[in-house]
């Protein structure tokens, strides 16, 4: 099995700086645990609130790396047929056709029942072959020869059985197919898998991982995270925005906004030719970074004292 390249992963400070050169801030802890699995050879298990940035580190692995990114989506139901292989019917049922149509050549001159039925065997495996196999996210990242990233993405949402399911993958990087046998990684994928902790995953699942909490950044690096992702943004806006969200965090809110509704908020007050906050502009575009009407009515009545102290820090 061969191993991606190991110049990008020279230090933690190459992995930090690398991913930040694809637009991905991150703390040294993320970075740290980026290099230690890729020298290891283990799978990351990201974890954190949604929106944190859990997908988009695998995104940006992929282009640090210049490698495919191949995603894999869980949901409830998740079954081998979508997330491994399955076999193209279609195309199977053809070639039953055609050896149909040739029966008679293929079994001409056999001498009795035995040495027709051997004549046959010849060709039965060809159905269970590769040629009749569809390879789905998880085969395609074994057999890529190059290598790639591989995102199991929200694994907490698909049922304890596909979980099962991919212990074999993350621990040796293959999988056995019942028709062909096992099939091993041509180039070891770098693998990470997200959860959003909807359920508790399996000891043996984490065990085969390194573990990453990502949670909501710290203002400074939050700042940094808007400068990057919205260039346009002015400096003293670009705090004020950052100080508002980390006031708001701190309500009891049914859903706290992300850095992606963070980033959202700041392009919206870019695209609005906005200089400072004020309450009118609050109040007109809360509903772009908190999704529930009770979280709008509770910052809409606290939005004078917020808007104060963030353009105070700005």
């Known amino acids: 099995m061969k191993n991606l390249g190991s110049d990008k992963f020279s230090s933690i400070e190459a992995v930090r700086e690398g991913l930040g050169r694809v637009s991905y801030i991150t703390s040294r802890q993320v970075a740290t645990t980026v290099y230690l699995a890729y020298h290891l050879g283990k799978p990351v298990l990201v974890e954190g609130p949604a929106g944190v940035g859990k997908t988009e580190l695998a995104k940006t692995a992929a282009l640090f790396l210049d490698l495919p990114l191949i995603r894999l989506q869980c949901y409830e139901g998740l079954d081998e047929a979508k997330a491994l292989y399955e076999w193209k019917y279609g195309k199977q049922l ?13 079994i001409r001159g056999a001498e009795g029942f035995s040495e027709a039925m051997e004549r046959l065997r010849l060709y039965e495996d060809i159905f269970f072959s590769w040629q009749f196999l569809e390879p789905r996210p998880l085969l395609k990242a074994l057999r890529q020869e190059g290598g790639a990233v591989l995102l ?3 694994i907490d949402k698909a049922d304890d059985e596909f979980e099962a399911f991919l212990l074999e993958i993350l621990s040796d990087y293959q ?22 902790n909807t359920r508790e995953l399996s000891e043996a699942l984490k065990r085969r991982c390194l573990h990453l909490f990502i949670p909501f950044p710290p203002p400074e690096l939050e700042r940094e995270i808007v400068r990057v ?28 906004p992300s850095i992606s509704e963070t980033l959202d908020w700041a392009r919206v007050l870019v695209i609005l030719n906005a200089e400072s906050l004020n309450p009118d502009l609050v109040r007109d575009t809360l509903n772009i970074f908190l999704k529930f009407e009770e979280d709008i009515a509770l910052v809409e009545d606290r939005r004078h004292q917020m808007v104060a102290a963030a353009v105070k820090e700005g």
């Open 152 to 154: 199991v993405d929200e």
């Open 175 to 196: 999988v056995s197919i019942p028709e062909i046998g096992t099939v091993a990684a041509v180039t070891r994928p770098f693998v990470f898998l997200t959860s959003n």
């Open 229 to 256: 992702r919205v260039p346009g943004i002015a400096e003293g806006l670009n705090r004020q925005v950052v100080r508002f969200i980390h006031e708001v965090r701190k309500l009891d809110l049914k859903k706290l």
């Open 94 to 106: 053809l070639y039953t056709q055609l050896l149909k149509d040739k029966l008679d050549d293929i």
